[in-house]
């Protein structure tokens, strides 16, 4: 069975920084295409930042250059580093995995919420001003 179980959420000052960890059992991370989303009470699930089973990163444009995803292999595990945060990044953080891989595409293709069918619980990220 497949978990994908997120962690490192919490409150921060604006400006301040956070890093997300997403372990996965049953789940190899090496090869797949996972990816971060988040959500807004009353708003859609936005991506935020997808790997490709390549290694190829992508970004949405609101935290380009201030957010960085990794993975750690050895520990079957997804990061996300945030810095400079702002207010606005303020949501419940998920992580997900899809079932087939991406390797090239839109942003929109590749963060299609329908294309991924392991989530975790979310962990939520607070940023005050």
């Known amino acids: 069975q497949i978990h994908l179980v997120e962690s490192g959420g919490g409150s921060v000052q604006a400006g301040g920084s956070l890093r997300l960890s997403c372990a996965a059992t049953?789940?190899?991370?090496?090869?797949?295409?996972m990816a971060w989303f988040r959500q807004v009470l009353g708003k859609e699930r936005e991506g935020v930042a997808a790997?490709?089973?390549?290694?190829?990163?992508r970004y949405a444009d609101s935290v380009a250059g201030r957010f960085t995803l990794s993975r750690d292999n050895a520990k079957n595990t997804l990061y996300l580093q945030m810095n400079n945060l702002s207010p606005d990044d303020t949501a419940v953080y998920y992580c997900?995995?899809?079932?087939?891989?991406?390797?090239?595409?839109?942003?929109?293709?590749?963060?299609?919420?329908?294309?991924?069918?392991?989530w975790g619980q979310g962990t939520q990220v607070t940023v005050s001003s």
């Open positions: 997900a995995a899809r079932s087939a891989p991406w390797y090239a595409g839109r942003w929109s293709e590749i963060v299609r919420r329908d294309r991924y069918v392991y």
């Open positions: 790997i490709g089973s390549g290694g190829i990163t």
């Open positions: 049953g789940y190899t991370t090496s090869s797949a295409s």
